[in-house]
């Protein structure tokens, strides 16, 4: 079992700067592939950033590249997303996740949530236009 607990998220305006935090307990962090995913009002959950275990590879989408960076701390049990030059449409609630080393996240799926075996609860990030 892994619990993982988001936390930095707020309201900022646009151009603004945001750092996530997910800090994860349970088993060992270090040998799961993490990943950030969001959604807004109505909207189904998309994926923003995904990480592997060791964070020799990166994943992002198309519309947050360039100005999110996913980064992880094995030794502090803790993933981080910085948001840079926020968006209005950024606005959602964040979720990181936890996919274990047998996951298809090393297939290409990692932009799945079912790819995901543990969730947090979510962080809201706000930004004004």
């Known amino acids: 079992q892994v619990q993982l607990v988001e936390s930095g998220g707020g309201l900022v305006q646009a151009g603004g700067s945001l750092r996530l935090s997910c800090a994860a307990s349970?088993?060992?962090?270090?040998?799961?592939?993490m990943g950030w995913f969001r959604q807004a009002p109505g909207k189904e959950r998309e994926f923003v950033a995904a990480i592997s275990w060791s964070a020799d590879m990166t994943f992002y989408a198309d519309s947050v590249k360039g100005r999110f960076t996913i980064s992880r701390d094995n030794a502090k049990n803790t993933e981080y997303l910085q948001m840079s030059s926020l968006k209005p449409e950024d606005t959602a609630v964040y979720y990181c996740?936890?996919?274990?080393?047998?996951?298809?996240?090393?297939?290409?799926?990692?932009?799945?949530?079912?790819?995901?075996?543990?969730w947090g609860q979510g962080t809201q990030v706000t930004v004004s236009s």
């Open positions: 996740a936890a996919a274990p080393p047998s996951s298809p996240f090393y297939s290409g799926r990692y932009n799945r949530p079912r790819s995901y075996e543990y």
């Open positions: 349970g088993r060992t962090f270090s040998s799961y592939a």
